[in-house]
């Protein structure tokens, strides 16, 4: 049998394309939707007021004066962009000043700044590892560091998500490979807003000679004295090869950051491809980075953070006392060798079916609240998550009002559709 050699062939019949045209079609459909005002902590989406529980804005910097004043200044000084990469006509004292302040913020040697945090994690992994080498990650690790995995042709080891005594075998086998090895896990992970062991994932590092990268996507601007994140907050700072950021979320704008050794980050600064065959970050992205940077790191920061961390506690309490079953951080070793369980801002709800997770979704939605949806494959089968996220300008009241929606459209919807996943779920 003749097979098509028309790469757009398998479009005409793929699931995800049929399933979104038709839950678009029923208005069912969480993605893409329009935000129609400024990112703040109730936006306007089609046409109605809806609470942002659906954004990673932790500390609702983008609405915040002086960062816009950033960007506005950058636009003013450098125009609206730089048609070049960072290696020809792309670099502006901008990008050096956030470089130099980024590595003194994660009491580093050196920082090097990216388009986007993909692309940080794409050109470090990417770059790091070749063929003969292994890359040890989490199975709840973020997709781009997944992608700098599959960029580098390194092999691919996967541990069970925060199992040491996983990472330990996994190790043992990586070891036996024949190259170098780059453990990389995220601090916060991303659907699940708990934290990485660090403390033991260093420990085991160190027994197998193994380097180890920390993406603090969602923990920086949060977690630690300074907002360095959950290597600060853990105390292993020193002890971790390389720390990413990005821009998008504390830093209320959009880019990205490897913090670490300088021969390392002149190295990716040379030879990463998704550093150098890109357009430089616009200086509107940069200026704003720069000035929420020095907002979380005036005295201000702490305040911030703090906010932000008794909101997700508000709302992971509220939401249990309500009867969601809701995605609770393990407890973690901390500094001193007690164990603590730490609240980020991301408060997952488990549905369980994919249709009931996004009929919840709208329910939600038309009673004035967005969230995200995570349904398969972002988790497993019968998995489906209702992921909300809180920020440091939610208000006690916006906060109890959202409560008291989640209690109305819980009580409709179970009468509807049957239970939701209780508490011990
Ligand atoms: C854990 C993690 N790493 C990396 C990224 C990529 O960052 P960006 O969206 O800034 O490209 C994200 C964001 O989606 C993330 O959640």
């Not at 757009?8 to 129609?36: C, M, T, Y």
């Not at 529980?53 to 609405?63: C, D, E, F, P, V």
């Not at 000043?97 to 050196?110: H, K, Q, S």
């Not at 038309?366 to 972002?378: Q, R, S, W, Y």
Request: proline residues 5%; charged residues 20%; negative net charge.
């Amino acid at each position: 049998m003749a097979t098509s050699i028309d790469v757009f062939a398998k479009i005409h019949d793929n699931e995800r394309v049929a399933q979104a045209a038709a839950a678009r079609s029923a208005g069912l459909l969480p993605f893409f939707r329009e935000v129609q005002s400024p990112a703040r902590p109730v936006v306007e989406m089609d046409g109605a007021p809806r609470i942002m529980l659906g954004s990673n804005n932790y500390l609702g910097l983008t609405a915040d004066e002086r960062v816009m004043q950033g960007a506005r200044d950058a636009l003013e000084r450098y125009g609206t962009g730089l048609t070049g990469s960072r290696f020809l006509n792309g670099t502006t004292a901008l990008h050096l000043e956030l470089e130099d302040e980024l590595a003194d913020w994660m009491g580093t040697e050196a920082a090097i700044v990216f388009t986007t945090g993909h692309q940080a994690n794409l050109a470090t992994i990417g770059t790091l590892l070749g063929p003969g080498d292994t890359v040890v990650v989490d199975t709840g690790d973020h997709a781009s560091l997944m992608d700098g995995a599959i960029q580098s042709r390194a092999k691919l080891r996967a541990f069970r998500h925060n199992r040491p005594e996983k990472l330990e075998q996994t190790l043992a086998k990586a070891s036996r490979d024949g190259g170098g090895v780059l453990v990389v896990v995220d601090g916060v992970f991303s659907m699940e807003g708990d934290i990485a062991p660090l403390p033991e994932i260093v420990e085991l590092c160190q027994r197998y000679g193994a380097r180890l990268m920390v993406d603090e996507a969602h923990a920086v601007g949060v977690l630690g004295a300074r907002g360095a994140g959950t290597c600060e907050l853990l105390g292993v700072e020193d002890q971790v090869d390389l720390r990413m950021g990005t821009f998008s979320k504390s830093l209320a704008s959009c880019g990205g950051f490897i913090a670490g050794n300088a021969e390392v980050i002149e190295f990716l600064r040379l030879q990463s491809r998704a550093f150098l065959f890109t357009a430089s970050g616009v200086p509107a992205a940069v200026g704003a980075a720069l000035a929420a940077l020095r907002v979380i790191r005036s005295p201000e920061g702490p305040e911030l953070m703090a906010r932000v961390l008794a909101n997700g506690e508000r709302l992971n309490r509220g939401l249990h006392e309500l009867g969601f079953s809701v995605v609770d951080p393990l407890p973690i070793r901390v500094p001193g060798g007690a164990m603590e369980t730490i609240t980020t801002p991301i408060v997952p709800i488990r549905v369980g079916e994919d249709w009931k997770c996004v009929l919840l979704w709208r329910a939600l939605y038309d009673a004035g609240i967005f969230t995200n949806v995570a349904l398969h494959p972002a988790v497993p089968i019968d998995g489906a998550l209702l992921r909300t996220s809180v920020m440091a300008t939610h208000d006690v009241a916006i906060l109890d009002r959202a409560l008291d929606t989640f209690a109305t459209v819980k009580r409709e919807f179970e009468a509807e559709h049957g239970p939701l996943p209780g508490p011990e779920a």
